[in-house]
Nanobody
């Protein structure tokens, strides 16, 4: 069983900051790319940022300069530091990770999501 558990969401005023965390646990031998996605009401889930196992990062244009993705491989954890939050950042944020199990099978897993609300 593999689990991704997010934390750190909440309510913040516009211009404020939040840090999301996501911990991977369970039976796997390797964690590849880890990422954060978000889904606003009535919209499709979209990529926010991705980080490779080596630390290379990719951001959606709207997140560049405001959000920072990082990971602690020793803790099997990925973070998303979000600064200068805007009301349009309101969404459910999901963690994603590519995990290889003991049979060598690579699969993508999702967390349950954490709500981020930004008040104007």
């Amino acid at each position: 069983q593999v689990q991704l558990v997010e934390s750190g969401g909440g309510l913040v005023q516009a211009g404020g900051s939040l840090t999301l965390s996501c911990v991977a646990s369970g039976s796997y031998i390797r964690i590849g790319n880890m990422g954060w996605y978000r889904q606003a009401p009535g919209k499709q889930r979209e990529l926010v940022a991705v980080i490779t196992s080596g630390g290379s990062t990719t951001y959606v244009d709207d997140a560049k300069g405001r959000f920072t993705i990082s990971r602690d491989n020793a803790k099997n954890t990925v973070y998303l530091q979000m600064n200068c939050l805007k009301p349009e950042d309101k969404a459910v944020y999901y963690c994603s990770a590519a995990l290889t199990n003991y049979s060598g099978r690579l699969a993508n897993y999702w967390g349950q999501g954490t709500q981020v609300t930004v008040s104007s």
